[in-house]
């Protein structure tokens, strides 16, 4: 089973998502049976972040100095799921989801659970460099978000 810890640093998702944590948690149960990882503790961490500080964090690991929609920091180079394992860390920028701002609440969850996949995916190990690992990893994203949006219901 995995837990997600849910850390917001924006007030901003709040306007968007009233329980962050309940909606994260929720999201991982709706996941395939095999990224569910059932009979392990497998845990994570989220970031509900902003433009200014994903910026700094992108620029001090990835050396890019522009705001981002997503970073994810694996814990491990090589994914061994044991009976206890940390996956890793995720940060989602609030204003790089938010566009535009006409976004209805449930257009702007399901842009968090799209983005959410894919940076689930990097803790996983997934990458998009070369083109047929970034088919390889989109292919994943849809077949994950295809199982999800059966019971995206639930989470609006």
Known sequence: MINVNVVSES???NKKIKKESFFF?????FFPKR???IKKKVSLTILLSNNINIKKLNKKFRNKNRPTDILS???EKKLNIKKNSYLGDIIISYEFINKPKSLTNTQFKEKVIKIFIHGFLHLL???HIK???YKKMYK???KI???VDKKIEKLN
């Not at 948690?25 to 149960?29: E, I, K, P, T």
């Open 11 to 13: 007030k901003l998702w």
């Open 25 to 29: 948690n929720s999201l991982v149960r």
């Open 35 to 37: 990224y569910r990882f």
């Open 73 to 75: 920091f694996p814990s």
């Open 125 to 127: 190990n997934y990458d």
């Open 131 to 133: 083109l047929k690992d």
């Open 140 to 142: 994943e994203e849809l």
């Open 145 to 147: 978000y295809k199982f």
